[in-house]
């Protein structure tokens, strides 16, 4: 089976090959093709892949090109992980909205917008060329912002594009394990979009164990979530909030800490990773030990503003490994061998939930099997949770609209209907200054 990487010199490659080492089955991934648009970094991830490999028998085989109708004809599964504008374009982001006094956070806010109106042209041309190239194909998308990607490309590949995140899984888990419960047999009822989810019940066995949570501030203080959010808040909502939604609650909060912050989020990550591939390409260098380290400080520092605002201390450390390299290779078993599982995705929406039309892609448990990701029935999110998906679905949309039109007024309108930006004249700000440092909003008029 061959499985092709887009952004295949990006950081984070090495933890999905590294789970297709730990795969032994029959039709696992054989061949690996790692496609990105800079050469420097395919041979600096490839040097970090080599060793990886280097103590497995029968790994799978990895090449690398520049070319992308190369990297996309032949393949069975494509995973999309690309970075339009690159680290620099997510530093720029932050930089420009947090001068406006409003979040620049790569997914939520200005950043996402940002982000989303350069990337969403990119992910449709890929999503065309699959559908010419590579037509039985399924894609797995973790590009950011990951809900609204997947739904630009679902309307070129329909369900053959399935979008991935590890935020909850990385919830579940924590919640699970704060319970005394196995994470693989319990069942997780998440609802919302992607970085805009609520964990509502948590099953064992057939009972819902989160009530038991909510009902001991002990326990709510002592997994992250309970930590960031506060035991008080979460026992008002009556459910687990993404972490992302602390971008929501505690808004002012964490606009004035990332001000206050010496760089933000994404320089630092601009940085680091400029030093890792200056290392990774030198020959005296252990590339693969060279990215641990990397790796190691770039989780620990994750959402560092947002704790320290809250209080919540430094991460748990059974919580810096990840995770969504695991959703990748269980969803690619699942649709290659029809080995049935149930994962928390990004599909459309088809009935799930009745305030979102049929195509509106949304974060929901899905049964997976051969034919691919199937959306369950969940109840109907509380009224702020159904206002707050449904505000943020229609920013989706004006983003969607200005990418195919080039209309620079659906792109304000984009800015200005989010729930985190508080003016149209901010809005209209936003995009001139936005237009003026990214190339990839050229196509604004």
Not at 25 to 43: A, C, K, M, P, Y
Not at 252 to 272: K, S
Request: glycine share 10%; proline share 4%.
């Amino acid at each position: 089976m061959r499985l092709t990487i887009l952004g295949g010199g990006g950081f984070r490659v090495p933890l999905v090959y590294g789970a297709l080492l730990t795969d032994r089955g029959e039709g696992r991934v054989t061949d690996v093709v790692l496609h990105d648009t800079d050469d420097s970094r395919l041979h600096a991830v490839r040097r970090v892949l080599d060793e990886q490999a280097s103590t497995v028998s029968d790994a799978p085989r990895v090449t690398a090109t520049t070319d992308l109708d190369e990297a996309l004809r032949g393949a069975d599964f494509v995973f999309s992980a690309i970075r339009v504008g690159g680290l620099q374009g997510r530093a720029d982001d932050e930089r420009i909205a947090l001068a406006q006094g409003v979040l620049g956070q790569e997914t939520v806010g200005a950043g996402g917008i940002a982000y989303g109106l350069r990337t969403v042209p990119v992910a449709v041309d890929i999503a065309r060329r699959v559908a010419r190239l590579a037509p039985d194909a399924w894609v797995i998308n973790f590009t950011n912002p990951a809900g609204l990607v997947t739904e630009a490309m679902s309307r070129h590949l329909g369900d053959r594009v399935i979008g991935i995140c590890d935020s909850p899984v990385g919830l579940g888990r924590r919640i699970a394990r704060v319970l005394g419960a196995d994470p693989h047999e319990a069942w997780i009822d998440y609802v919302g979009l992607n970085h805009l989810g609520w964990v509502r019940g948590l099953r064992v066995a057939g009972r819902d164990e989160l009530p038991r949570l909510l009902a001991d501030p002990h326990l709510l203080g002592s997994f992250e979530e309970g930590r960031l959010f506060g035991a008080d808040w979460l026992q008002s909502l009556g459910a687990i909030p993404n972490e992302y939604l602390h971008y929501y609650y505690f808004n002012r909060e964490t606009v004035r800490a990332y001000q206050e912050a010496g760089r933000t989020r994404g320089a630092f990550l601009r940085d680091q990773q400029a030093d890792f591939y200056a290392r990774a390409r030198r020959a005296d260098v252990s590339a693969l030990d060279a990215w641990d380290r990397t790796r190691a400080e770039r989780e620990a520092t994750y959402m560092a503003e947002n704790r320290e605002t809250a209080g919540a201390g430094e991460r748990a450390a059974d919580d810096l490994s990840g995770g969504y390299e695991k959703v990748a290779l269980a969803l690619m078993r699942g649709i290659a061998r029809d080995e049935r599982t149930t994962l928390i995705l990004n599909v459309r929406n088809r009935s799930t939930l009745c305030a979102l039309d049929a195509e509106a892609v949304i974060e929901v448990p899905c049964l997976v099997d051969a034919n691919g990701a199937h959306p369950v029935a969940v109840d109907p999110l509380p009224g702020h949770a159904t206002g707050l998906v449904c505000a943020v679905k229609a920013v989706e949309r004006e983003i969607l609209a200005a990418a195919a039109s080039g209309s620079r007024a659906s792109a304000v309108k984009a800015f200005a209907l989010h729930p985190l930006v508080d003016s149209v004249n901010v809005a209209r700000r936003l995009v001139e200054d936005y237009t003026a440092v990214h190339p990839g909003l050229a196509y604004l008029t």
